[in-house]
Each structure stands twice: as C-alpha cells, then as structure tokens.
C-alpha cells in the first residue's frame, strides 16, 4: 500500500498488481462479519452471479470455500486480462441486487454506502495476492480447503460442503480423509 501525505494525515492509495492472466487467491467479507453466505437464497444469488460474470469475462475458478461470513478463490484470469476488480465488483453488485433487500440493515447504512448506492452485505474492498508460483498455488489451495477447520465449521475438511475440496478428490489430487496437517505452519512460514 502505498501512503500520500496530503495535510498532516496520511491518505492510503491501494495499488492492486493487474497482471494480464495472472492467477490470484482472493478473500472476501461479509459487511461486519455477518454469518449468512452459507444461506440458501444467499448461495443461490451468489452462484447465479458468478455464472453471469463468467460469461461476460471469463476466468477459471481454481479454488473456493464459502463460508458463513466470507470466502477464498483461487482465480486464473485470461491471457491479455487482467482486471480482476471489476469482476469482483460486478459478482458483489449482482448479489446484492438479487438479494439485498433482504439481508439490508438500516442501522449500518452509511451515508457513503447510500451515495455508492452499496447496501449493508458486502464490505467494500476485498483483498487479492498474485500466486507467484506453483508451491505458492499448492500453500493457498491447502490453506483455502483447510479453512472451515481452521475457523471451527468442521472437524474435517471433508465435512464441509461448500469447497472444491471435493473436486480436487474426484479428480485424485487430494486423499479423501486429507487432513490438512501442516498447513497453518506452511503459511506462518511464508
């Protein structure tokens, strides 16, 4: 992040590295941490807009775990693209538009959400790393199908429904019983 001093305070400009067909590990927040992307009608809107998104500017979904209050992806983006920012915010306005009003809490609506006419489901940034390698995709795809344990929504990683864990042991990439030993450790280290 890179910090202009404007006055006596710093003011942050975030510098997003749009690398044309590059592959990115994302992170993703509900609005204060609700609990509710793992909700039918949520999952629901969620995959439809993802599905629409992808038409219109395709990307390869590497990897991803919803959980109750946010989620990981693993994404490679086209060769020659690299905005993956508009992508994002095309899938959160798409959401929040087919179900918005229902998850809308009066009591958190900003005055700078209602003038970028947000609602109160998404926070507004998310946060990306550029994968840098394949040891580096290996590190994040571990730690994205461990993160249901790690948070306590399972006891195993097979248990959680909401991953492409699953995919992975269909295709023989990962044993079944795949524990996740050693993955928090691998990340520390990093």
Known sequence: MLIAFLGRWPVPYYCRE?????????????ERRQPILTEPLLRQALRAAVIAVRR???FAIDGWVLLPDHL????????GDGDFSVRWSAIKSRVTRAVGGHYFRADWQSARRAAKRHGTLWQHRFWEHRIRDEADFAAHLDYLHFNPVKHGWAARVGDWPYSTFHRYVAQGQYPGDWSGDGVMAAIRRR
Do not use: K, N, Q, S
């Open 18 to 30: 749009h690398v044309a067909g590059a592959c990115y590990f994302f992170t993703v927040v509900t």
């Open 56 to 58: 219109e500017r395709p």
């Open 72 to 79: 990981h992806a693993i994404w490679t983006l086209p060769p």
